[in-house]
């Protein structure tokens, strides 16, 4: 067994539903889903909507490298939705083993189809 099929079954065993939607198109993995934590401005300013205040923050998610993520692509997983605003490939030699992410939560304003 090489080092990407290791961390797919991890993945597929440990991870969360998460389904990215890609215009019309759809495709659903399982991925590590974590909140950053970070203190930069995501987390520390408040902003809020007409249904009260909107949840900040970066989320990392570490997805198999065949879910094709980019930046701009909407994911949800489970009631929340999120938008990618970063993403990079971990290799080892020549062999892609997994994408990472980063992404911020949307609003309940925002509309996309589902």
Not at 3 to 11: D, V
Not at 68 to 94: A, H, P, T, W
Not at 100 to 110: H, I, K, T
Request: proline share 3%.
């Amino acid at each position: 067994m090489n080092m990407r099929s290791t961390i797919e079954k991890l993945l597929g065993r440990y991870g969360r539903a998460v389904t990215v939607f890609k215009g019309e198109e759809s495709l659903e993995f399982q991925a590590f889903f974590h909140h950053t934590g970070s203190k930069d401005w995501h987390n520390m300013e408040k902003a809020y909507s007409k249904l009260g205040q909107i949840p900040r923050g970066q989320y990392l998610v570490i997805a198999p490298v065949w879910a094709n993520l980019k930046m701009g692509d909407k994911l949800q997983c489970g009631d929340r939705r999120f938008v990618i605003r970063r993403v990079e490939s971990e290799s080892l030699g020549n062999e892609e083993l997994y994408s990472w992410a980063l992404c911020v939560e949307l609003g309940r304003e925002d509309v996309w189809p589902i």
